[in-house]
């Protein structure tokens, strides 16, 4: 047998062993005209009519061209042509222009309005909002239009035509779009749509007895029934959110507890007879359970679905027999007016009811499952469709707004009139006006406006109803009447504040003027200042401060009525009023002491100025010894001497001001002591001339046994020179004040021995006068050794020719040998000076 023949066979046997298909009887509707199959008799009879005019326009476009062609001769060749181009090139090129133009100017079907109505549809609806809507939709359409027609045009033309191959023809379109490849156009969900159908036809168990009797179960069940009792909240009264939703759930666990001890026990006990799967191939048990499922979840939803659709029915503002009374409470939380509970917590509680009421009956247990006590168990799908609850939350939301708006209303009223004593108008304001000075009178005006504000408040009414509120609204009008009195308060306590600083400061001035009254006075200059202050205490501060007791008075009769004193305060006020005759027995007991006072500075006035002129004899006797000091080692302590006097004289200058000041106070006449002012003359001499040789002395050791290398010639000499001059200047000073006191001395004598023989008494030699010359003779003699210095310290020298210096010498004089000043004059160096100066120029050099 040849391969043909085996290859029919096999696919016969093939044939034989497929399963054919369950016959499908055709619906009973198949010969109507329904509008899909309108819609697609109507798309074809189009798509035919499309196909016959594009073949009549091709077929009437080649007679007329083969017509016209047949009529013309052969064109000549153009004189600009390439002059490769012949003549039939030529003629071709033509031809296709003249057959394009002809296969243009045909009629071309228009395109049809349901495509333009399409496309319309896809355009969204905001933009085909505006004023030139129509304009700008009519100028679409016109556009659309125009590029079917010219796109219909030159499909035709590259459908009939072939173009020759000569490159001066345009063709402005470019290729046609060639049919996309690789893109599925089918329709995937036809198939899995036929086999769902005839799935459903194979497996149709709604019409099984039994599902007759569980669809008649579910009626009489769930028919006339809900999961709650929503017909008896109004009839409650007002109650709380929370109440509500405890009552709800309960009545909710309970329903659900009744429904599975009744219709689930009932249900389970139909499939439990035999005769429930009669006819009920075992291949198809599952699908036939899956209806089962379906049925129970179905007649679940429903009940679920009818008592949520009852539950948001409740909140109809239209219908309030049904509306439930909710407990709400307008408060204060945090300087703020709220509301207890809030909108949102009303909200969450009744959202909360729709979700408990969805969450019930979802762990009914499928009957397939029951039967075989599988693990774990299945469970119906009883929830419901999310669409569902967002829908009842949408409609209960808006319902619940509209119902609280008259307690929000209500509420915005308070915020209007009161909530400026909570959002810190009431505390900056107050601040403000405690900040400016203001009088008694006015606080008190201000203050009465708080405790008529208190008032008004207070007859509010308590509760105000609503269709859906009872509002409770004493716990607000408690908060805004206590904070009204708080501030108040404040400015009471304010006032009463400054009304205790004002009757201590009273007090305190009576204090004062107590203590400053029976104060003894330690100086003369106390008394004076003790007697001035209680004359003016006695006329002037009485009368304001008896002008103040009586102010004072007069703001204690109004506190006495809205404020409760202190017992500290009750004393202060009572010590305020009592001090006006507690003052003028100070008085007389001050004039006593005053008296005293007085006799005893006196007598302690005259014991100075005899104290006085018993020192300044002293000083004196102290100055005249200055001119007997004639030893110079003794310098040191001469200066000494100097300053204590100084001091002394300073000390005797402060007294006599002290008793030129107490005899101003006394009113006496003011003493002179020209004494004084001569000791301040003559010390002043003395103590520039002891200084002066101190400090040369000093001086004259530091350059003698210093360092000799840090010896400079140049400012030795300055200093010297200047030293001399100082000395020389006060050597003159003391000659001439010598030569005075001599002449005084003899004019004197002579007055006194007018009439006696005179004899010359030879003037004394001055001590003085020797210490300046001695010192004199001392500077004199040193500087005959600057030269020496100015040589032997040259920089150059230091820095360079020590070490030939000291050869010559024969003596050390490196910087390193601590060489001073006194040791070089000892090695008598005035032969070497020439030598020294010969090095020391080389080395300026």
């Known amino acids: 047998m040849s ?19 369950p016959i499908v009887h055709p619906p009973e509707n198949i010969g109507v005209d329904t509008p899909t199959q309108s819609k697609l008799l109507k798309y074809r009879r189009s798509k035919e009519q499309r196909k016959t005019i594009n073949q009549l326009v091709i077929e009437g476009a080649k007679k007329k061209l083969d017509k016209t062609l047949s009529k013309r001769t052969p064109l ?82 590259k459908s009939v035509l072939v173009k020759p191959p000569v490159n001066w023809l345009e063709d402005d379109g470019g290729p046609l779009p060639e049919f996309p490849v ?40 769930f028919a006339n029934t809900l999961l709650l009792d929503l017909t008896g909240i109004r009839a409650k009264g007002p109650i709380d959110c929370e109440s509500l939703k405890n009552d709800l759930s309960i009545q909710a666990r309970k329903a659900e507890e009744k429904i599975m001890n009744t219709w689930y026990t009932k249900v389970i006990n139909l499939f439990t007879k035999k005769e429930a799967l009669e006819g009920i191939k075992p291949e198809k048990l599952d699908s036939f359970y899956n209806c089962v499922s379906t049925l129970m979840s179905n007649q679940i939803k429903d009940l679920l679905k009818r008592t949520i659709e009852g539950f948001v029915k409740l909140f109809d503002q239209g219908d309030e027999r049904g509306l439930p009374i909710f407990k709400m409470e307008l408060t204060i939380d945090d300087e703020k007016m709220e509301f207890y509970p809030t909108f949102q917590d009303l909200e969450d509680v009744v959202f909360g009811l729709v979700e408990r009421i969805a969450e019930a009956l979802q762990n009914v247990q499928s009957v397939p499952s029951w039967l075989s006590a599988a693990s774990p168990p299945v469970n119906l799908d009883t929830e419901l469709p999310e669409h569902m609850l967002q829908w009842a939350l949408d409609v209960l ?31 900056q304001l107050i601040e403000t006006f405690q900040a400016e000075d203001h009088t008694f ?28 509120v009872r509002l409770d609204c004493e716990d607000l009008k408690t908060g805004l009447t206590n904070k009204a009195r708080a501030f108040a308060n404040k400015l009471l306590n304010d006032i009463a504040t400054k009304h205790r600083s004002e009757n201590e400061c009273i007090c305190s001035e009576f204090e004062a003027i107590k203590e400053h009254a029976l104060k003894i006075p330690e100086t003369t200059e106390e008394m004076m200042d003790l007697i001035a202050y209680v004359e003016k205490a006695r006329t002037i501060r009485m009368q304001d401060l008896i002008s103040r007791i009586q102010e004072s008075k007069r703001r204690m009769n109004y506190f006495l009525d809205v404020f409760i004193f202190p017992q500290e305060d009750l004393a202060l006020n009572s010590a305020v009023l009592l001090w006006p005759w507690k003052i003028y027995p100070i008085f007389d007991e001050n004039d006593e002491i005053i008296e ?32 007997e000091f004639a030893e110079l080692d003794r310098m040191q302590q001469y200066v000494t001497d100097v300053r204590q006097l100084q001091k002394r004289i ?84 003391f000659q001439m004040k010598l030569k ?26 001055n001590p003085t006068i020797n210490m300046c010359s001695t010192v004199m003779e001392n500077i004199k003699v040193f500087k005959e050794n600057i030269p020496t210095v100015s040589i032997l310290c040259n920089p150059g020298m230091r820095t360079r020719h020590w070490k030939q210096m000291s050869e010559i010498v024969g003596y050390d004089l490196t910087p390193d040998s601590g060489t001073t000043l006194r040791k070089v004059l000892k090695l008598n160096l005035s032969q070497y000076l020439e030598q020294f100066e010969v090095i020391s120029a080389g080395a300026s050099k």
């Not at 002066?692 to 140049?714: A, I, P, S, Y």
């Not at 005075?740 to 010359?760: I, T």
């Open 3 to 21: 391969d043909p023949n085996k290859a029919a066979i096999a696919a016969e046997k093939e044939a034989l062993n497929l399963k054919l298909p």
């Open 650 to 733: 300073q000390e005797s200058e402060e007294a006599v001001q002290f008793i030129n000041k107490e005899e101003e106070l006394f009113k006496w006449e003011v003493t002179k002591y020209p004494e004084l002012d001569k000791l301040k003359v003559n010390i002043e001499p003395y103590q520039k001339f002891f200084n002066l040789v101190l400090k040369w002395q000093r001086t004259e050791k530091r350059w003698m046994d210093g360092g000799f290398l840090d010896l400079n010639g140049e400012s030795m000499e300055a200093d010297v020179d200047e030293f001399s001059r100082e000395i020389f200047k006060t050597l003159k000073f």
């Open 182 to 221: 690789g893109l599925d156009y089918s329709n995937p969900w036809h198939c899995s749509y036929v086999q769902a159908r005839n799935q459903i036809l194979s497996n149709l168990h709604i019409v099984h007895p039994i599902m007759k009797m569980l669809l008649d179960l579910g009626y009489k069940t």
């Open 397 to 427: 939301k808006v319902e619940i707004r509209r119902n609280l708006e008259g307690a929000r209303q209500h509420y915005e009223t308070y915020v209007e009139k009161y909530n400026w004593l909570l959002d810190g108008t009431a505390v």
């Open 76 to 157: 000549s060749p153009e004189p600009d042509d390439p002059p490769i181009m012949t003549s039939e090139i030529k003629k071709k090129g033509l031809n296709y222009i003249y057959m394009k133009q002809c296969v243009e100017s045909s009629p071309i079907v228009p395109i049809q309005q349901e495509w333009l109505d399409h496309m319309l549809m896809l355009v969204p609806e905001s933009l085909k909002q505006g004023k030139k809507r129509e304009e700008l939709l009519q100028s679409l359409i016109s556009e659309v239009s125009s590029d079917f027609e010219k796109s219909t045009k030159r499909y035709l033309v």
């Open 596 to 627: 005293v006072a007085k006799r005893k500075k006196e007598n302690e006035l005259i014991a100075k100025r005899e104290k006085l002129i018993l020192e300044l004899e002293k000083e004196s006797r102290r100055m005249e010894e200055f001119a």
């Open 740 to 765: 005075k006191e001599l002449q005084e001395k003899r004019k004197l004598a002579k007055r006194r021995s007018l009439g006696e023989e005179r004899v010359e008494e030879e003037p004394k030699e």
């Open 441 to 468: 009178d006015e606080y008190t005006e201000f203050i009465e406006k708080f405790f008529n504000l208190a008032s008004e408040i207070m007859l509010l009414p308590q509760w105000v109803h609503f269709p859906m």
